[in-house]
């Protein structure tokens, strides 16, 4: 597998987790998983749970809920695939975080993914087909994930969409 940013994205129950694993495991690389889920309530513990077990156990897990730029850049190495799952969850977390927290590390994600060596692969949520939500964090985080997902689409060789498990390639730079 070649070395660059690769987005991964789709909807709840999409396959974009699975096929971001299939990939990192293909590459023969080390992998390097950074998790920016948070385990907020006990649905999303077992959730998060599910994820873990499906890994292989010689994978490195880095936690990293806000400083997302700081862990690629401290981990990222030409042979080592970074697995960054995922995108819809830091930002939530930023968000959550203080509209200064949010600023800073957004743009220190998109100044950041141009300059890292090694394969990096972040899976994001698409959300931009589901109905406008009811609140205005709702409405903002919509807002907030498909802008993030359209900058960091265009700093990334390849962009790949999950439906029902398959994947549909929309962009790929050699």
């Known amino acids: 597998m070649t070395e660059g940013a690769e987005l991964i994205l789709g909807g709840v129950r999409s396959g974009k987790s699975a096929y971001a694993e299939r990939q990192a495991q293909a590459s023969g690389q080390t992998v390097h998983l950074i998790a920016t889920a948070t385990a907020g309530d006990a649905e999303m513990a077992t959730r998060i749970a599910a994820h873990r077990e499906r890994r292989p156990a010689q994978w ?27 995108l819809g969850l830091w930002l939530s977390n930023l968000l959550h975080a203080g509209e200064a927290v949010f600023t800073t590390e957004r743009q220190a994600l998109l100044d950041t993914l141009p300059t890292l ?10 959300v931009g087909w589901g109905l406008v939500p009811t609140n205005a964090l709702a409405r903002r985080f919509a807002d907030e994930l498909g802008w993030l997902n359209q900058a960091v689409a265009a700093r990334c060789r390849r962009v790949v969409l999950l439906a029902a498990g398959l994947p549909l390639t929309l962009k790929e730079t050699p």
């Open 60 to 86: 490195t897990t880095h936690e990293v809920p806000l400083q997302l730029a700081d862990a690629l850049s401290t981990w990222a190495t030409p042979a080592r695939c970074l697995l960054v799952d995922c």
């Open 117 to 126: 060596p090694g394969l990096v692969l972040l899976v994001s949520n698409e």
